[in-house]
Each structure stands twice: as C-alpha cells, then as structure tokens.
C-alpha cells in the first residue's frame, strides 16, 4: 500500500506561478512513475505530467513550457512547477503513483487561477 500527500495547491493570478508537491510513503519499489493529473468542474480527469524513476517525462500539449515536473527519488517525492498560468488552469490536481499493476491516487488539491 502506498499513502500520497500533496501540498501547495491555492490561488494565484493570471500569469503567476504555483509548485505543487506530492510525497510517496509506504511500499514503494525501485521502479514506477509518478505524476499529475487534474479535472475541472464538468470534464474528466486528463493527464497533466508524468515522470518514471530514471527521469523520463510526458506531458499535456496544453502545459508544454509551461508546466515542470521533477522528482527526487531520495524522498520519493514529485513536483510540479507551474508558470504562466492561465485561467483555464483551474482544476484540482491529483498526485498519481503507479508501480506494477498497482495505481494510486492522492485526495487532490484545488488550483484556481483568476483573471
């Protein structure tokens, strides 16, 4: 089983920057990929990034240069960087781990960016 905390959801203006965190804990093996993911009030959930253990990123056409992700395997923990956001942004974002057939979700955290 693994737990996932997330951090650093809120609010910010049109064009600021926000980092969200996310930490691993419990049965965690060498291998898997962590990401985000995000749904907006009346759509479905879709990927925002991923990241595997040796570094391999995938992103959403729609955060490509704006959005970071990173990890830091030491504290099993993934990032997201988010700049130049936009309105659209607007969803709550969840903490996903994946190793093996298991999937994992965090409880989420709300992003709202006003205009």
């Known amino acids: 089983q ?6 650093g959801g809120g609010l910010v203006q ?15 093996f060498i291998i898997n ?4 993911y995000r749904q907006a009030p009346g759509k479905q959930r879709e990927l925002v990034a991923t990241i595997t253990t040796d570094g391999n990123t995938n992103y959403a056409d729609s955060v490509k240069g ?7 395997n030491a504290k099993n923990t993934v990032y997201l960087e988010m700049n130049s956001l ?3 942004d607007t969803a709550v974002y969840y903490c996903n781990f994946r190793q ?4 994992y979700w965090g409880q ?3 992003v709202t960016v006003s205009s």
Do not use: H, Y
């Not at 693994?2 to 951090?7: A, D, G, R, W």
């Open 2 to 7: 693994v737990q996932l905390k997330e951090s």
């Open 14 to 28: 049109a064009g600021g920057p926000l980092r969200l965190s996310c930490a691993a804990s419990g049965s965690i």
């Open 33 to 36: 990929v962590m990401g985000w």
């Open 66 to 72: 704006r959005f970071t992700i990173s990890r830091d």
């Open 86 to 88: 936009k309105p659209e």
């Open 100 to 103: 093996s057939i298991f999937n």
């Open 108 to 110: 989420g955290t709300q």
